[in-house]
């Protein structure tokens, strides 16, 4: 069976509980991009690799570089459209092995600053306006990114 994807990970199939947790911002090289639906932390993004990898030491060095990069290029964004004072980088998969990263902006004094955050408190949801419009900003600027350091 090809080790790149799985059929009973949401990730690969791209099927529930995908669409009901997050939304594609964009794809990239080695990752997919998502916006979470929660977004009591505003900007909370996760990157999700490209190909169905659980563990960091499956990846070869050059894929981990690469996807790595993506990540950093997300954060580099995502701090900047939303004035984070600090990105906290969390990666945990027990239920949802498929390797990714949440990106969760934090703010001085703001929801959850000074302790991992929680998906326990109450969700915050964008209007449908709102997150169509958050995405094609996180999109844009992404993708502009990416593109001046290529
Ligand atoms: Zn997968």
Not at 8 to 34: A, G
Not at 74 to 84: D, Q, R, S, T
Not at 118 to 141: M, R
Request: glycine share 4%; net charge negative.
């Amino acid at each position: 069976m090809d080790k790149d994807y799985d059929l009973q990970c949401f990730y690969c199939t791209k099927s529930e509980p995908l669409s009901t947790l997050m939304t594609e911002v964009c794809v990239l090289d080695s990752s997919t991009v998502y916006l979470f639906h929660d977004q009591k932390n505003p900007g909370r993004c996760i990157v999700a690799s490209n190909g169905h990898k659980t563990e960091l030491f499956e990846f070869s060095s050059q894929e981990r570089n690469d996807y790595f990069e993506d990540v950093s290029n997300v954060a580099k964004v995502i701090h900047e459209l939303y004035g984070a004072d600090k990105i906290n980088y969390a990666t945990y998969g027990d239920l949802a092995p498929h390797f990714h990263v949440h990106l969760v902006p934090k703010k001085v004094d703001g929801v959850s600053w000074g302790s991992p955050f929680s998906d326990t408190l109450e969700k915050v949801h964008l209007t449908e306006e709102d997150k169509t419009q958050w995405i094609a900003t996180l999109n844009y600027h992404i993708k502009k990114y990416v593109k001046q350091k290529i």
